[in-house]
């Protein structure tokens, strides 16, 4: 295996972990104070980065990528977290899957990667699998049946648009890695990010004096782990296409979805999440 793949399986199995943390956190804490945490950890820490190495930035060619990313981070990041709280995490999760399919049109527009044949099989062959998750029973029938239950069910559509954002997010970040180091990257969206939850969190914030966090250990693991996955992510982007990255990215989520989904929400491990899973090692085979 090339160093290249492993970081994005790495990385991958950070992002999972962030996936069920952020579940289980919003049970003891509310979304924005969530994402507020996250964005101070990630400043701490990109911080550290900035006044220990070196950094480079433009901010005229990053501005506009970079503005951008912030809105869409956001955006997404409400969506996602109101997504899988009100759903289970293995039905909600391999929507996600849609995702390299977007990315790889984002990035053949605004990259100019292109994938081979047979990754591009690869990335639908994922998006296959996903369909089998949802399906009702293991035939061809309610694999098209799956669309209709996407369409009906509000946290599969939310989902479905977080897919859409996220796809685009790696891309702009690779686009503002090439007018800006790592860390000062890094630590300029962090900044942005917090400081516009801030200002819409006020009355979030304020509720904090009065409420005791039952597990703040839980919320400190939770945006560290966040925070050591959004790095890992910035060197899987460098180091290959943003459609690779996302395909293993959520293959190896809708692995850790169903698995976490069972062992800590207790939810149903079907013949078709078996299937659908296999289908999405499938995938990722064929496009690394």
């Not at 977007?102 to 990035?107: M, R």
């Not at 917090?194 to 966090?213: A, D, G």
Request: proline share 2%; hydrophobic share 55%; with cysteine.
């Amino acid at each position: 295996m090339s160093t290249s793949i492993f970081i994005c399986l790495v990385s991958a199995i950070f992002w999972a972990l962030f996936d069920l943390t952020r579940k289980l956190s919003l049970e003891i804490v509310n979304a924005k104070i969530l994402l507020l945490l996250f964005s101070l950890m990630q400043i701490i820490i990109f911080s550290i980065w900035c006044i220990r190495e070196n950094f480079s930035f433009n901010l005229i060619f990053y501005l506009i990528p970079g503005f951008t990313l912030v809105l869409l981070g956001i955006f997404s990041a409400f969506i996602f977290l109101k997504s899988i709280k009100e759903s289970e995490l293995s039905l909600t999760i391999p929507l996600l899957s849609f995702s390299p399919l977007f990315s790889s049109i984002f990035a053949f527009i605004l990259l100019d990667e292109t994938l081979n044949i047979k990754q591009y099989f690869g990335v639908f062959t994922i998006i296959f699998g996903t369909l089998v998750l949802y399906s009702e029973k293991i035939e061809p029938s309610f694999f098209l049946k799956s669309f209709l239950n996407i369409k009906n069910n509000l946290s599969a559509k939310l989902m479905i648009l977080v897919s859409f954002c996220w796809s685009l997010t790696p891309v702009l970040d690779k686009i503002c890695l090439k007018h800006s180091s790592m860390n000062i990257h890094g630590l300029v969206q962090a900044i942005s990010t917090f400081v516009i939850l801030f200002f819409f969190s006020f009355r979030e914030i304020k509720q904090i004096k009065t409420k005791k966090f039952k597990n703040l250990k839980l919320i400190i693991v939770t945006v560290s782990i966040g925070a050591l996955a959004t790095v890992l992510q910035f060197y899987a982007i460098i180091l290959n296409f943003v459609p690779i990255m996302e395909s293993i990215k959520r293959a190896v989520g809708q692995f850790c979805a169903v698995g976490f989904g069972n062992l800590f929400f207790k939810e149903r491990v079907s013949s078709q999440k078996i299937i659908g899973v296999s289908v999405l090692s499938l995938g990722v085979y064929l496009i690394v």
